[in-house]
């Protein structure tokens, strides 16, 4: 079974801050995709990125960062120098091909960025 | 290129009574999945339709179904709505489906049932 965890429920920053989001990830699958979604206030999920279980580098995009380590099953996703606009809640999720891939996701965390 | 449309955005109803989403892919994606998203249970799978064909449940009861046509769109249905079916319906598009592909998803119908 495929499960996705993300401890942290809410995370409340002032502005300028970085912020670490955690997600921890089980599968028995060796090949499976991970992804980070986010939530703002409107509803609809925006893709931010996918990561294969054979590619562990890290990626930067501008103020976000990824960090994935297969060692301690997870997948971190840090925004440096918070804004405001990175206010909203933040999905890591999983898939796997036994699953057809249909995705399987953590509870999101809630980040608040304060002016 | 046009993102996933989903109509209609919000939508109330009554216990007993049933309703039709619908959904409409970006141009050219094949794969259109469902999901619901609930305060308490989070966002899980519906099911996923490609080339009009289910591919993936979930698990859901029989009142929801759905059905995807020759074009791409899809429609998911609920029959007999109950007060717990409230929540907000996300359906997702993929070229393929596979996990190779990302999934987008539009901005939801938000469906409250009394």
């Known amino acids: 079974a495929q499960k996705v965890t993300q401890a942290q429920t809410e995370i409340s920053v002032v502005e300028k801050e970085d912020v670490t989001l955690d997600c921890v990830y089980e599968?028995?699958?060796?090949?499976?995709?991970l992804f980070w979604y986010k939530q703002p206030p409107s509803g609809e999920l925006v893709f931010l990125i996918r990561?294969?279980?054979?590619?562990?580098q890290n990626e930067i995009s501008g103020r976000y960062s990824w960090n994935f380590q297969k060692s301690t099953s997870s997948f971190n996703f840090t925004i440096t120098a918070s804004q405001v606009v990175d206010s909203a809640v933040y999905f890591c999720?999983?898939?796997?091909?036994?699953?057809?891939?249909?995705?399987?996701f953590g509870a999101g965390t809630t980040v608040t960025v304060r002016a | 290129k046009a993102g996933v449309t989903q109509t209609p955005r919000y939508l109330i109803k009554t216990r007993g009574q049933q309703v039709t989403l619908s959904c409409s892919p970006i141009?050219?994606?094949?794969?259109v999945s469902w999901y619901q998203q609930t305060p308490g249970q989070g966002l899980q799978f519906l099911f996923e339709?490609?080339?009009?064909?289910?591919?993936n449940k979930g698990n859901f009861p029989g009142r929801f179904s759905g059905r995807q046509f020759s074009n791409s769109r899809s429609e998911m249905n609920v029959s007999t709505l109950e007060l717990g079916d409230s929540a907000l319906y996300l359906c997702?598009?993929?070229?393929?489906?596979?996990?190779?592909?990302?999934?987008?998803f539009g901005p939801g119908t938000r469906l409250t049932v009394l």
């Open positions: 339709y490609f080339s009009e064909t289910q591919r």
């Open positions: 997702a598009s993929s070229l393929t489906g596979t996990g190779d592909n990302e999934q987008f």
């Open positions: 990561r294969n279980s054979f590619d562990e």
């Open positions: 141009s050219g994606h094949r794969s």
């Open positions: 999720a999983l898939s796997v091909p036994v699953n057809d891939y249909k995705l399987s």
């Open positions: 599968t028995r699958d060796t090949t499976y995709y």
